[in-house]
């Protein structure tokens, strides 16, 4: 079945499964400390931290999925195996600064670029030249780019309405980096959820100040792991 390229059923899909796992999980007491998501992942965690309600985070993963599904064909991503600066300079030596974007930090090895299909084809032929190892993902959009711009106004009217509360469990963003209170999750959080770059290393690493060295992944994919696993061994 490919409904599934679709970003406004796979959202919903992702948000219902990390409700399901971690409901399992409370059951036989498997509780966490601290919560942290990767981009669509924040919608569960800031339910799963009692800073949204169940009612609220699926008015926000409805809204976020149906928002961006509407920019579909607007650009697409690839995971590069390189850290944050090394990949500036290298979009700065190319000349595709202003072209490509970088998406998300997941790690000292790794990072997401954004843009459009022949700017990443370009680049993804320099990172083979230098033998970087690199995978264009599957997706039909450009997460965390500009190419989100043009559902700003309509993320932030749609959740307008929203009222978070305090957490009840830490709640790690990847849009700062660091804990946030709950309160602080309105619709205005939302879109630079949608917009800014995933600082997902700086999240791990404000975890692992905190002296938390066990993580469980909430997903049908061991996807961040490897990111995981740079932040621990750095």
Known sequence: DDRYQYTEIAQPT???L??????????????PVAVVGHSVGEVAAAWASGALSLADAVAVIYQRSRLQGLTKGAGQMSAVAMG??????????????????????NS???????????????????????????????????FHSPAMDTVEAEIRTSLAQLRPGATSI????TVSGRQLPGEQLDAAY?????????????????????????????GPHPILRSYVSDCLHD
């Open 14 to 16: 992702l948000f219902a």
């Open 18 to 31: 990390q409700v399901g796992l971690t409901r399992m999980l409370r059951q036989r007491r498997l509780m």
């Open 84 to 105: 944050q600066p090394a990949c500036t300079e290298l979009l700065l030596e190319l000349g595709l600064e202003k072209r490509l974007v970088l998406a998300g930090a």
């Open 108 to 142: 000292s090895r790794g990072v997401t670029v954004a843009g459009c299909p022949q700017d990443l084809t370009r680049l993804e032929a320099s990172l083979t030249a230098r033998q970087i190892s690199f995978k264009r993902l599957d997706l039909d959009y450009a």
């Open 170 to 173: 830490p709640f790690v963003s």
């Open 190 to 218: 939302w879109w630079l959820n949608v917009r800014q770059p995933v600082a997902f290393a700086a999240a791990i690493d404000s975890l692992l100040d905190d002296g938390i060295n066990l993580f469980v992944e909430i």
